[in-house]
């Protein structure tokens, strides 16, 4: 045997022993009846998510159906009766967000005030319309997330919250083949810690972050897929 050919024979031997060692990798373990978030050695602290999950916009303990689409920037969620008002001289904004209970099937109306992040101009298929940018904490997984949401109605859309790029960056890595991946497993105190967060930003104007607010309007593309 020449030595090209011993060559080329040790190095087809070490991929084959290399494509076997991959195919052996272990595959998430799941504790005894608790199914835990995947993750993803290759992006350290990174989850992997399905294109739905459920969450809980804290403090309601109410879980919906999230759509997680990279088409969108600013994640965008559900809201009518979308009513502007000053409050101690910041911009707030009050809505309703009915929902269907994702495990009880139960249709349930949220009700929220929040102080006015920033307003968007955002362009799609649809056409463009202005809406009002607010800041709301999710349970996700077994995590809480401040996050930004243009509120507009999504009546006509599958899925009351969506997340958008924005938020992905925050959470993790996107499996569009998969969902429900994340188990909601926030603890109780965290609707609790949010109604007293809430509780002081209507009582304390210096706790609302407006520095966006007075700033020329942007402009955002949204291709829900």
Not at 155 to 164: E, H
């Amino acid at each position: 045997m020449s030595a090209f050919t011993l060559s080329a024979f040790t190095a087809g031997i070490s991929a084959v022993l290399l494509a076997a060692s991959l195919s052996l990798q272990p595959l998430p373990v799941y504790a005894a009846g608790k199914k835990q978030p995947v993750t993803t050695d290759s992006v350290p602290a990174k989850l992997i998510v399905g294109w739905v999950e459920k969450g809980r916009i804290l403090p309601e303990h109410t879980a919906v159906k999230i759509k997680v689409d990279s088409g969108a920037l600013t994640s965008s969620m559900h809201a009518v009766n979308i009513r502007n008002f000053t409050r101690k001289g910041k911009a707030w904004v009050s809505y309703q967000v009915p929902v269907r209970d994702a495990d009880s099937g139960e249709k349930v109306v949220l009700e929220f005030e929040r102080p006015v992040a920033r307003r968007v101009l955002v362009r799609g298929a649809g056409g463009e319309d202005r809406r009002p940018v607010v800041k709301m904490s999710m349970c996700i997984g077994d995590r809480v997330y401040e996050e930004e949401f243009s509120l507009r109605d999504r009546g006509d859309m599958t899925y009351p919250v969506l997340l958008g790029r924005r938020t992905i960056e925050h959470i993790g890595l996107i499996d569009v083949s998969r969902t429900f991946l994340l188990p909601l497993n926030c603890s109780d105190s965290v609707e609790q810690d949010e109604r007293e967060r809430q509780k002081r930003l209507r009582e304390d104007e210096t706790l609302v972050d407006d520095t966006q607010i007075n700033q020329p309007e942007q402009v955002e593309e949204e291709h829900e897929e």
